[in-house]
Structures are given as structure tokens and as C-alpha cells.
């Protein structure tokens, strides 16, 4: 009787094993799409530059990062663009399209999200070339080269 | 924080495996087994906490840590089936290697600045241990590769592979000093690559003297991986991978025990119960285990000789199938390609050596065993990381891990790019 109970949970011993590298593998495969989501620029409408001197932040961050039609921007690991500034919430702001223009909204993050110096309220705020947009300790450049048209 | 949950997974599947093994020994020996209890206790607090550390202190790559616990918890569980004081000295070893692991993982960040400058201290220390085991060694199983420290037996072999990559890494990415470019009429690249070879060859010949062939094929490898990342010219390959070639096929036809080796490696079955032993008991067991394996605790592992330490796969595949098999195979496979992943996103030329050599030596020390004793290759004595028993490959293979760990974590320098 034993033999077919240790087979049983030798069965179940090495399924949590592929449970164990299946999980590893996606919060990898997550990180990578959160790194790769940097310059490059060229298909990009618009994108948000870092202006901190990135020696002064003691963790790393790209130059810029790339904009898509909806961003969750934060620290947790479901956001679309994940930061690993301490001074973050899990989920800090979101940035999104709508009719050609672009919004900044608060997610109701603990430390707030400035456009231009002022804090953002409840409502969604249309996003222009050239605003300066600082969460936790983070300072970006919105950058919405002009497209022909 | 429920964006946070799917991050705490893994620590959740590494705890099942562990109470799931305590079950699996229990019922083996027929009653609750202490040894499995204070294992699963032990590895469940060890991984909490290693990854709550790395998580709050931000020291860089979460996942090595991880996937090295689930390894482990497999090779104690896998030691405790076997004989349970295996188990318990392996854990002893397992939480010793830990602590060497943040240790060393803080050492390298501290020293990163002055590493570049030690070249001759990791030469002469190779060098010393060399001589120590050429002189104290201790021969066993046909290859004289132990020394006794105060009743502990170390295999100083171990500690010299991670010192060789240390060194390596000097000679490819360590500016030339000015005064020995102007004494000495020869451009740097032929010197970098004069010295790597000469460094090379004094430890291939000390390691042959030991009979260490399969770590002799470690070293080489990995300098010939380095030669090949640093572009040296496909002449100076050629010349290197004939010249092994030779000493290879010098091994295979005039020294007996390699002979043997290689003999029972092209028909293990011409002498089954004789010279082929070892590899025929490992190949039936593997059969026996088939796809799905004979549950933990119900093979018959005592007929592999050596089932504890070199033949733990052979072991594994019996309990665990060719699916259990293939489970570890993955673990590894994660382990290094975290490790290149971590060596490509690092700026600092040493460190980005370093990180190469130590994931590539990983790589290859798991497929010249598990290769051997799958009859893929000829058989070579050495240790799969973190799953077989013993002390010095334990430590050291954790140290090597530590220094990944260290470098994943290292703030970007960007003087690199400012020059």
C-alpha cells in the first residue's frame, strides 16, 4: 500500500517542482517585458525621459521609456510599467490614450503624482509636449514628438 | 498588496515540497521521521527569509536564491531517503553554505573596487592549494584530489575553479599597466592571451598529476569559452582545441583509468558486474524508474554505487521518472540562464567576466555529470551542484552563487559611459 501512496505523492512531489519553474520563468518573463520597454523611439508616439542624473538614484532606470496606448505605472509587478522606486505605490498612475491625446491620472498613490508641480486630483489631466511629471523621487520629461499630419 | 501575491508562489511551492518529502520519508521508514521534520523546518525558514532579505535590502537578482533552495531541499530530500544522517549533515552543510553565500555576496561588493588588482593573490593561492593537495592529498576512487584539514576532508579543487574564473576574468578585462607596456615590446592582446594559456596549462598539469580529469575538462573548457568571448583569433582556437584533443586522446589510449572509463563508456555491458558497475547499475535504475518514476522511498537506490554523491541523478531518475529527471535538468537551466541574464546586464567589464565564467562553469560541471551518468559521456567523478553530497562542493558552489548574487545587485557604474 505504501508503494502506491509514495508514488502518488512523488507524483505530486515533481508537479510542484514544474509549478515552482513555471512561476520563476513568468515573474522572469515578466522583468524582461518590463526592461524591454525602453528607447528605441522610432515607433513610439510618445515616451517619458528621465531626468534625474541617474548616478544619483541608487537603483537602476532606463534613460526613457516608451508610452503605449495604457499604462499602469508602479512598483507591483502587475503594473505595465513597473519602477523600482521605493517611494511608489503598488499601482501610482496611470497614463492612457484617448481621441489622439494623451492622460495622466492618480491612482490613488500614497505620495501623489505632480504635473508640473501641482498635485493631480481625482480627475484625469490631458498630458502636452514638454510636461514634467515627478512620482516618488522620479522626475520624466513627457516627449510627444509632433506627428505629420 | 495583491499585486504582490504572485511573488510569494514560489516560497508556497517550496514549502509543499518539503512537507510533501517529509511525507514521502516518513513513509518509507514507517513512522515520522525526525531528520524529515527538522529539514522541512529548516529549508522553510532558510527560503523565507533569504528572499525577504534580498526583497527589502534590494540586493539584486530574487530568483537565484530561489531556485538554489528548491535544489537543495531536493538533494536533502533525496540524502534523508538514502540514510537520514546523510541528510542531516547535508542541511548542516546546506546552512553553512547560506551564510558563505551573503558573506561572500557582501565581500564582493565591498572589495568590487580592488578585485581587478588581486590577480597574484588568486594565482598564488591556486597555486599553494595545488602543491597542498600534491603533497597531503589523499587518494580516493583512483584520483587524488582530498586533503584533511582538522578532521574535515576539503577537495581544494573546488576552491580553485572559483579562484581560476576570478583570475581569468583579470587577464581579459584588467587594463595593462603602463610600466609593463613599455618594458615589455608586445601587445597587450597576445599577452592576455600568453598568460591565460600558461595559467591554463600549470593547472591542467597539476590536475592530471591528481588524476582530476573531469575537472581538468572544467578548466579547459572554461578557458576556452573565455578565449572565445574575448575573440581570440579561430587560428589560436584551433591550436588550443587540437592540443587538448591530443592530451585527451593520450588520456583515453595510455592511462589505465581513464581507459577504463572510456571502454566502459563505449560498451558498459562487455564487464557489467566488473568494471562497468557503476554505469550499468546506473543506467537500470534509470530504466527501472521509467517515465514516471517508482515513488521516493520505493526504488531500490542501494544497488547504485556512489548513490549519494556522484550517481544522485541516477537515483532521482529511478524515484522521480525521466519527468523528475527533466524537472531538475530545468532547475538548472533556469539557474544558469539567470546567471548570463545577470552577466549581459551588467556594465563593469570584470564583473561581466566573472558572472560568464561562474554561470558557464555551473552549466557545464551539471552536464559532465549528469552526462556521465546517463552514459552521454564518459564518466568523470564531480559533484551536481547543490544535489550531491559534500562539504567543499556545497560551500563553494555557494560561494560562487553568492558572487552572482552580488554582482546582480552592484548599483550600475556609469563611469563606463562617461569615458
Not at chain 1, 45 to 55: G, H, P, S
Not at chain 2, 33 to 54: D, H, K, M, Q, R
Not at chain 2, 321 to 346: E, N, Q, W
Not at chain 2, 354 to 360: H, M, N, R
Request: charged share 15%; glycine share 10%; net charge neutral.
Amino acid at each position: 500500500m505504501g508503494g502506491i501512496l509514495s508514488r502518488i505523492l512523488t507524483y505530486i512531489f515533481v508537479i510542484i517542482i514544474y509549478l515552482f519553474i513555471y512561476a520563476i520563468i513568468r515573474m522572469i518573463f515578466l522583468d524582461i517585458r518590463a526592461m524591454n520597454r525602453k528607447k528605441s523611439g522610432s515607433l513610439a508616439e510618445a515616451y517619458l525621459k528621465l531626468i534625474n542624473l541617474r548616478r544619483d538614484l541608487d537603483f537602476n532606470m532606463d534613460e526613457s521609456y516608451e508610452l503605449e496606448d495604457d499604462e499602469i505605472i508602479g512598483r507591483g509587478n502587475k503594473c505595465t510599467l513597473r519602477l523600482p522606486d521605493k517611494y511608489l505605490s503598488v499601482r501610482h498612475c496611470r497614463i492612457y490614450k484617448s481621441d489622439g491625446s494623451y492622460f495622466i491620472e492618480d491612482l490613488g498613490s500614497t505620495n501623489g503624482t505632480y504635473l508640473n508641480g501641482d498635485e493631480l486630483t481625482d480627475e484625469a489631466v490631458e498630458l502636452m509636449d514638454g510636461d514634467k511629471i515627478s512620482i516618488g523621487r522620479l522626475n520624466f520629461i513627457f516627449v510627444m514628438p509632433k506627428t505629420e499630419g | 498588496m495583491t499585486s504582490e501575491t504572485s511573488n510569494i508562489k514560489p516560497l508556497i511551492y517550496i514549502i509543499l515540497l518539503n512537507l510533501l518529502g517529509a511525507a514521502l520519508i516518513s513513509i518509507q521508514y514507517g513512522g515520522v521521521n525526525l531528520e524529515a521534520v527538522i529539514l522541512t523546518g529548516a529549508f522553510c525558514v532558510v527560503s523565507i527569509v533569504s528572499y525577504v532579505v534580498v526583497y527589502v535590502a534590494e540586493l539584486g537578482d530574487p530568483y537565484l536564491f530561489l531556485i538554489i533552495s528548491v535544489l537543495g531541499s531536493v538533494g536533502c530530500i533525496m540524502q534523508t531517503r538514502i540514510k537520514p544522517e546523510y541528510g542531516i549533515r547535508q542541511l548542516k552543510w546546506f546552512l553553512l553554505g547560506t551564510a558563505c553565500y551573503f558573506v561572500i555576496m557582501l565581500g564582493y561588493r565591498f572589495l568590487s573596487r580592488w578585485l581587478t588588482k588581486l590577480l597574484p593573490l588568486y594565482l598564488g593561492l591556486s597555486l599553494a592549494l595545488f602543491i597542498a593537495t600534491q603533497v597531503f592529498g589523499k587518494t580516493s576512487h583512483g584520483a587524488k584530489n582530498w586533503i584533511y584539514v582538522g578532521g574535515v576532508s576539503v577537495q581544494p579543487s573546488e576552491v580553485i575553479r572559483i579562484l581560476f574564473v576570478l583570475g581569468l576574468a583579470v587577464i581579459f578585462t584588467a587594463p595593462m599597466p603602463e610600466k609593463l607596456e613599455s618594458k615589455v615590446k608586445i601587445k597587450p592582446r597576445l599577452l592576455r592571451l600568453v598568460t591565460a594559456s600558461a595559467v591554463t596549462v600549470v593547472s591542467a598539469a597539476f590536475l592530471l598529476l591528481q588524476r582530476e580529469w573531469g575537472i581538468t575538462l572544467l578548466f579547459f573548457a572554461t578557458y576556452f569559452f573565455f578565449l572565445y568571448v574575448y575573440g581570440a583569433s579561430r587560428l589560436y582556437l584551433a591550436l588550443n582545441g587540437l592540443a587538448a584533443a591530443a592530451v585527451a586522446v593520450i588520456g583515453a589510449t595510455k592511462v589505465s583509468h581513464i581507459k577504463v572509463r572510456v571502454d566502459t563508456w563505449l560498451d558498459p555491458f562487455a564487464d557489467a558486474s566488473g568494471k562497468g558497475y557503476q554505469i550499468t547499475q546506473s543506467l537500470f535504475a534509470i530504466g527501472e524508474g521509467g517515465m514516471a518514476g517508482r515513488g521516493i522511498g520505493a526504488g531500490s537506490v542501494y544497488f547504485i554505487p556512489e548513490v549519494h554523491s556522484d550517481f544522485i541523478f541516477s537515483a532521482i531518475c529511478e524515484e522521480m521518472g525521466v519527468v523528475g529527471g527533466l524537472a531538475i535538468l530545468m532547475l538548472y537551466f533556469v539557474l544558469v540562464y539567470r546567471g548570463f541574464k545577470i552577466a549581459l546586464s551588467c556594465t563593469n567589464a570584470y564583473n561581466k567576466a566573472v558572472a560568464f565564467g561562474i554561470s558557464f562553469i555551473l552549466g557545464l560541471q551539471t552536464f559532465i555529470i549528469i552526462g556521465g551518468v546517463i552514459k552521454l559521456i564518459p564518466l568523470t567523478g564531480i559533484t551536481l551542484p547543490f544535489v550531491s553530497y559534500g562539504g567543499s562542493s556545497m560551500l563553494t558552489t555557494f560561494a560562487a552563487c553568492g558572487i552572482l548574487q552580488a554582482i546582480s545587485g552592484m548599483k550600475e557604474e556609469l563611469t563606463d559611459e562617461i569615458q
